[in-house]
């Protein structure tokens, strides 16, 4: 028979080297990668020292471990949820801001290539 502990410290040591393999290909960097770093040492380290969980929930005043890990699961998304929107709204302010870059430089393009027109028809009407 398996023990939990074990099972929950091989699914904590796994999300880990998930998370450092995906860093090294470079589809996730290490700013959004700490959070489950932390994660999976939280977990490994309360699923071998779980008195120390027992201990904590007991003192925060929760009757069972488990509703003290699904508060905190609860707590931590919705957390994460606040900074993946504030990074999302970060990053449409950068998209609109680029997108008027591009909308400036073609502007001048545009101009420079009318100018350029005009200039070679006013060169052929000289001659």
């Excluded at 707590?75 to 998209?95: A, H, K, P």
């Excluded at 430089?105 to 350029?116: H, N």
């Amino acid at each position: 028979m398996i023990n939990t502990k074990i099972v929950t410290v091989m699914l904590a040591c796994a999300v880990f080297f998930l998370v450092l393999d995906l860093i090294r290909r470079e589809k996730l960097t290490f700013k959004y990668a700490a959070f489950w770093i932390f994660v999976s040492g939280g977990a490994a380290f309360f699923a071998i020292f779980d008195r120390v969980l027992f201990r904590m929930a007991s003192f925060l005043g929760f009757q069972l471990p488990s509703n003290f890990i699904f508060f905190t699961l609860l707590s931590v998304f919705v957390f994460l949820g606040l900074l993946m929107t504030i990074f999302l709204c970060q990053q449409n302010s950068r998209n609109e801001m680029t997108a008027q870059k591009i909308g400036l430089l073609e502007l001048e393009i545009e101009q420079m290539k009318s100018r350029k027109v005009l200039d070679n028809e006013a060169g052929k009407d000289d001659s």
